[in-house]
C-alpha cells in the first residue's frame, strides 16, 4: 500500500475530546501545532475544555485561531447537521477526523432515547458518526493528506478476552435498524442489555470504517481509514468512560476499576492511550492507504504492545458493512 504525503501541521476534528483518551490527543495535538475543531455536547463544557487546553499548551498567544470547540450535541441529528453546514460554510479541509466519542451506560436496566428516538448508545456510538462523515466528506476529500480514525474495541470481537464477558457483540439480520425508529438493540430480537448494546456498536464502528473506505476509494479518494481499540481506559478520577455506567453500580465500578487497574494492571491510563491516538492521527508511519485495524494488547500484567490485529468474522463481513451503511442511512433520512 502506499503512503500519503504527511503535512507538518493538520487541521483535525475529534469527537470526544472534553475527557479522557480524546482529551489527551488534543493537548498532544495542540502541543505539536495541530488545529483543533473540537465539538463539545454544551456550552459549559465548550468554556471549561477551551480554558484547560489554553492552560496546559504552554503556549503564551491567543489560542482561538488553534482551537474551535463549537457546541453540538451528538445525539441528536439535527445538531449534527447544524455543525456540519457551519464547517462546510468555513470551507477549510480537514485532514484527520477522529470519530472517538463514546457512550455506555452498562447496569442500567432502562433504556435511553435520543432526541429522534433510537437508542442512546447506538446514537453516540454509530448513527452520530456516520451522519457526521457523510455530510463532510467533501472536506475531507480536499485534503492534501487525509485520514479517519475510528476509536473502536476489542469487545467486538467475541473472542477477544472482553468480549466473552456477557452477552456477546452480534448484529444478526439486523432487524432492529431494518424497523426504523423506537429499535432497542440492533438485531431486533435481543432483550435490551447495555452492554451488549455497547459491544454491537464497537462491531458497527469497525464495519463503517470498512464501508466507509470503500466508498472513498469508489469515488476516487482513497485514504488511510484506522480503527483501533485503546484497551481498558480507566482513570483514577471519577470521570473518564465509566461515568454513566457507574451511576447504576457505584460500588461494583470502583471495586472493579480498583482491582483491575492497581492488582490485576490489565488496564491503559488515559494519557498513554491518548498518545496513541495522537500518534493514529499525525505521525506518518499510520498513513497507509486502506482499511486497518490496531489493537492495545495485553501481553502480561503491565505490558502491552500496540500492533495490527485481526478483527472479528462478522466484522469482516462485506456485506453486512455494505447493508449497515444503507440500513443506517435510513434512519437519519427518516429523522
Known amino acids: 500500500m502506499r503512503q500519503l504525503p504527511a503535512p507538518n501541521n493538520r487541521n483535525i476534528l475529534v469527537t470526544g475530546a472534553s475527557s479522557g483518551i480524546g482529551y489527551e490527543a488534543a493537548l498532544g495535538m495542540l502541543r505539536n501545532g495541530h488545529k483543533l475543531i473540537l465539538p463539545c455536547r454544551n456550552e459549559s463544557t465548550s468554556k471549561c475544555l477551551f480554558k484547560r487546553l489554553e492552560d496546559k ?85 480536499n485534503s492534501r493528506s487525509p485520514r479517519v480514525v475510528i476509536t473502536a474495541s476489542e469487545v467486538h470481537n467475541p473472542e477477544s478476552p472482553g468480549g466473552r464477558i456477557g452477552k456477546p457483540a452480534g448484529l444478526g439480520e439486523m432487524l432492529g435498524i431494518r424497523r426504523g425508529k423506537g429499535f432497542s438493540m440492533v438485531d431486533g430480537i435481543s432483550n435490551f442489555d447495555a452492554d451488549k448494546a455497547y459491544k454491537d456498536t464497537k462491531l458497527c464502528n469497525i464495519l463503517f470504517g470498512r464501508e466507509l473506505y470503500r466508498r472513498l476509494n469508489l469515488m476516487g479518494f482513497p485514504m488511510p481509514v484506522i480503527a483501533w481499540a485503546p484497551g481498558l481506559v480507566i482513570p483514577r478520577t471519577n470521570k473518564g468512560f465509566f461515568r454513566y455506567s457507574r451511576q447504576f453500580n457505584e460500588l461494583g465500578q470502583r471495586l472493579f476499576s480498583l482491582v483491575a487497574r492497581d492488582f490485576l494492571r490489565i488496564t491503559e491510563s488515559p494519557e498513554k492511550a491518548g498518545e496513541l491516538l495522537f500518534k493514529l492521527a499525525t505521525e506518518p508511519e499510520y498513513n497507509e492507504v486502506g482499511f486497518s485495524y490496531f489493537s492495545n494488547r495485553i501481553l502480561s500484567p503491565g505490558r502491552r504492545s500496540f500492533d495490527r490485529s485481526e478483527i472479528s468474522n462478522e466484522a469482516n463481513q462485506n456485506n453486512k458493512a455494505e447493508l449497515l451503511w444503507e440500513y443506517t442511512k435510513e434512519l437519519y433520512n427518516l429523522a
Not at 99 to 110: C, F, P, R, V
Open 57 to 141: 499548551s504552554e503556549y503564551k498567544s491567543d489560542l482561538s485561531e488553534m482551537i474551535f470547540t463549537p457546541i453540538v450535541d451528538l445525539s441528536d441529528l439535527r445538531d449534527i447537521e447544524d455543525f456540519a453546514k457551519q464547517l462546510l460554510a468555513r470551507d477549510k479541509s480537514i485532514d484527520t477526523l477522529i470519530l472517538n466519542a463514546g457512550l455506555q451506560y452498562t447496569g442500567s436496566k432502562s433504556i435511553r432515547w435520543s432526541s429522534q428516538g433510537f437508542e442512546l448508545t447506538f446514537a453516540v456510538n454509530h448513527l452520530a458518526h456516520q451522519y457526521l462523515t457523510e455530510s463532510i466528506s467533501s472536506l475531507l476529500c
